[in-house]
């Protein structure tokens, strides 16, 4: 069974960086990809990036692009998001995904973590 925890999520200031951490367990070859959702209070969960185990390329939502980084140590089996000149849109609920399927930056990953909270505000 796969397993997912976050760590590294804060409270930091407009433009302020934050790492998040993904440390999973259970990881197969049946895993495609890895990625992080995030969810806003009072919205849905939505993609905002993902990795492939295998050759490692990447994808990011358009709102992210230029400002975040995804990246994955296989040998470690972790995966990061490096999120730069963050802004209070940023603002959620952060979610490690990881599917079966090669779907973890839009659709419903098979595997979730608990979430680290990104808190953007003056």
């Known amino acids: 069974q796969v397993q997912l925890v976050e760590s590294g999520g804060g409270s930091v200031q407009p433009g302020g960086s934050l790492r998040l951490s993904c440390a999973a367990s259970?990881?197969?070859?049946?895993?495609?990809?890895m990625g992080w959702f995030r969810q806003a209070p009072g919205e849905g969960r939505k993609g905002v990036a993902a990795i492939y185990t295998t050759g490692g390329t990447t994808y990011y939502t358009n709102s992210v692009k230029g400002r975040f980084t995804i990246s994955q140590d296989n040998a470690k089996n972790m995966v990061y998001l490096e999120m730069d000149r963050l802004q209070p849109e940023d603002t959620a609920m952060y979610y490690c995904?990881?599917?079966?399927?090669?779907?973890?930056?839009?659709?419903?990953?098979?595997?979730w973590g608990q979430g680290t909270q990104v808190t953007v505000s003056s």
């Open positions: 995904v990881a599917d079966n399927g090669g779907r973890c930056l839009i659709g419903t990953p098979n595997y």
């Open positions: 259970g990881i197969t070859s049946d895993v495609k990809c």
